[in-house]
Antibody
Framework: QPQLQESGPGLVKPSETLSLTCTVSGDSIDSRNYYWGWIRQPPGKGLEWIGIISNSGSTQYNSSLRSRISISIDTSKNQFSLKLNSVTAADTAVYYC???????????WGQGTLVTVSS | QSALTQPPSASGSPGQSVTISCTGSSSDIGGYVFVSWYQQHPNKAPKLIIYEVIKRPSGVPDRFSGSKSGNTASLTVSGLQAEDEANYYCTSYAGSHSWAFGGGTKLTVL
């Protein structure tokens, strides 16, 4: 079973860019069988799908966030990354990276990382 | 991607059965067989427990079962156990490789 680990700053100032990286171990990220995704969860609230990327770099984003987000992949490092710009307090959440079996669901998750947007 | 509608809470006594509903539209639940459910314990990552409406990943007890009718999916937990107390989230494929999530249901074992 692969393992996913999120990393990045836990505190971001309003209007700046949130940047997170997910490192995958125990499996190659360069696989056509999976997509690699980001999901977030504001404190005390439900899950929100952010977007996904394939091994070839094809992306799909949540329409409500599309203007502010970018997901990229680095197969040489077995990592994929999330950038969310112009953040506000509403972007404060636990951010999870996860592996998606195509259209089946997210079967492997990282432990999650809390990102707080505050000055 | 519109959010799916779940009841905020559900409860049952040990040994009983509880069903959690998840209502969407013809653009998500009603249009695809790709409905999945996740279990999340406090301060833990979600865990996939049902996929493709009715299927269970290896290791998930058969006390968990899923179904779908029209635009509504359901998760049934039979023979409730204390460790089933958690938040449950439904998701559905919503086209163009996007996913819609439900707001979550907190299941309490009385």
């Amino acid at each position: 079973q692969p393992q996913l680990q999120e990393s990045g700053p836990g505190l971001v100032k309003p209007s700046e860019t949130l940047s997170l990286t997910c490192t995958v171990s125990g499996d190659s990220i360069d696989s056509r069988n999976y997509y690699w995704g980001w999901i977030r969860q504001p404190p005390g609230k439900g899950l929100e799908w952010i977007g996904i990327i394939s091994n070839s770099g094809s992306t799909q984003y949540n329409s409500s966030l599309r203007s502010r987000i970018s997901i990229s992949i680095d197969t040489s490092k077995n990592q994929f990354s999330l950038k969310l710009n112009s953040v506000t307090a509403a972007d404060t959440a636990v951010y999870y990276c996860a592996r998606e079996i195509m259209m089946v669901g997210f079967d492997v998750w990282g432990q999650g990382t809390l990102v707080t947007v505050s000055s | 991607q519109s959010a799916l509608t779940q009841p905020p809470s559900a409860s049952g006594s040990p040994g009983q059965s509880v069903t959690i509903s998840c209502t969407g539209s013809s653009s998500d639940i009603g249009g695809y067989v790709f409905v999945s459910w996740y279990q999340q314990h406090p301060n833990k990552a979600p865990k996939l427990i049902i996929y493709e409406v009715i299927k269970r990943p290896s290791g998930v007890p058969d006390r968990f079962s899923g179904s779908k009718s029209g635009n509504t999916a359901s998760l049934t937990v039979s023979g409730l156990q204390a460790e089933d107390e958690a938040n449950y989230y439904c998701t559905s494929y919503a086209g163009s490789h996007s996913w819609a999530f439900g707001g979550g249901t907190k299941l309490t074992v009385l």
